[in-house]
């Protein structure tokens, strides 16, 4: 329970205030259980949300506002960070993970191998801040993901965070717009290798000289005798035999991450190999949806890198492979460039290509400008065995309407194709 009785910060408490199971800065997820911290956000701060909260049943609310139950401070997100900063401290292992590609799913093979507590979807420093409050103090070990898009990030993440390993996954343009430069990228994303113990994939081995990797075929922790068909990933690690069902490369790469962090830690490895074989990623992280057609749902976000590991997955399958590409934001003055080189390698790697919105005609053979329009012409050229791969970036400022006529956030796409290979 989380205590505002005793906050480990300056703070004048309402004595109506009262013990909560949890911490959320979004006043729509409070009830008589999770109590509210009312942060500034861009366009409005959380204390006109206050009330609603204390409606809603909110144990108690941190704020600067004289209200019932009230933790009163002066800054809620110096609080925040405080309390977060405390509980961390109570926590013998902290692992961050960082990446332009495969962070959540390192994330979830990784917190499988070590049985830890992680975040499951968000990745902003008020989630990770709450999810340190809830769990820091707790026996097990912590996951946590740590995503930048700016400048400066990755250093406010490790002070807030500091983690006791440091894990980069890869290294590609991503979030150009608000980093600049893929050497950019590798110096921000360097900043989680302050850690005690740090570990990168071997795609960013290169950018890292002298840092442990992980993966296959002559990393420091390498996996050994990889296999990969329609069925899944199996390798072995230590001699020990590891399956991954529906899994691609980039699962196995990230199993192998979890076996390192699990032998680091003294735990049973076979005990870990068998936690790793049940990960089952959120969707929209490579989800391989079997059936008359199987679908490949990667549409939670896409960058050049990322796309380019799906395609290889995607080869892995038989039959006619077909992939459905979107729209990939924030690259900044090279998009063009960028999204082009994308459409080189699906068709390189596809029998069939789709492009839909923006750069449909760089990313695909066969393009169109609305998600409607690319459906009317995919659905009806799906037959029995076909693999489709989707991907693109999800884009969750835009409209709906938005999403559908640039081609962003194309789950919509990855719900037609299995409501329509259900009739085939």
Not at 87 to 95: D, G, Q, Y
Not at 200 to 229: C, I, K, R, S, W
Not at 314 to 328: C, D, E, T
Request: charged letters at 20%; one cysteine or more.
């Amino acid at each position: 329970m989380l205590d505002p009785h005793a906050p480990p910060f300056p703070a004048t408490v309402h004595p109506q205030a009262r013990p909560a199971r949890r911490l959320t800065w979004d006043s729509r997820k409070a009830s008589p259980d999770v109590a509210f911290v009312a942060l500034p956000g861009e366009a409005m701060h959380g204390n006109r949300f206050v009330q609603s909260a204390l409606d809603a049943g909110a144990p108690f609310v941190i704020t600067d506002l004289d209200v019932p139950r009230a933790v009163r401070v002066q800054g809620a997100q110096a609080a925040l960070f405080a309390w977060a900063h405390a509980e961390r401290a109570k926590n013998a292992l902290v692992v961050g993970i960082t990446g332009t590609a495969g962070k959540t799913t390192a994330k979830s093979y990784a917190a499988a191998a070590l049985e830890a507590a992680y975040l499951p979807v968000f990745n902003t420093q008020p989630a990770i801040a709450c999810f340190l409050i809830e769990h820091g103090s707790g026996a097990r070990p912590l996951v946590v993901e740590m995503g930048i898009d700016r400048l400066g990030e990755m250093a406010e993440l490790v002070d807030l965070v500091r983690p006791d390993v440091g894990v980069v996954t890869s290294i590609g343009a991503a979030h150009l717009d608000g980093l600049g430069s893929v050497s950019n990228i590798v110096r921000e994303k360097g900043g989680i290798l302050s850690a005690a113990f740090s570990l990168v994939g071997m795609q960013a081995g290169p950018f890292y000289p002298g840092v442990p990797t992980y993966g296959f075929e002559g990393a420091t922790f390498e996996g050994e005798n990889l296999h990969l068909d329609e069925s899944g990933a199996g390798f072995s690690f230590r001699g020990i035999r590891v399956h991954l069902p529906r899994a691609s490369r980039v699962q196995a790469e990230a199993a192998v991450l979890g076996l390192a962090l699990a032998e680091r830690a003294g735990l049973n490895l076979e005990a870990a190999a068998a936690r790793l074989a049940a990960v089952e990623v959120p969707g929209g992280r490579y989800r391989v949806l079997p059936g008359a057609v199987t679908v490949i749902d990667d549409a939670y976000n896409a960058s050049p890198l990322s796309v380019e590991v799906a395609l290889d997955a995607l080869a892995q399958f038989p039959g006619r492979k077909i992939a459905v590409l979107g729209r990939m934001l924030e690259l900044g003055e090279t998009e063009a460039e960028l999204h082009a080189g994308v459409g080189a390698q699906a068709r390189r790697k596809a029998d069939l290509t789709y492009g839909v919105g923006k750069f449909a005609g760089l990313l695909g053979e066969h393009a169109f400008q609305t998600v409607p329009e690319l459906l009317a012409a995919l659905l009806p050229e799906l037959k029995r065995g076909d693999v489709v791969l989707v991907k693109a970036s999800r884009g969750i400022s835009y409209t709906p309407e938005k999403r559908l006529q640039e081609g962003v956030g194309l789950d919509t796409v990855v719900t037609a194709l299995l409501e329509w290979r259900d009739r085939l």
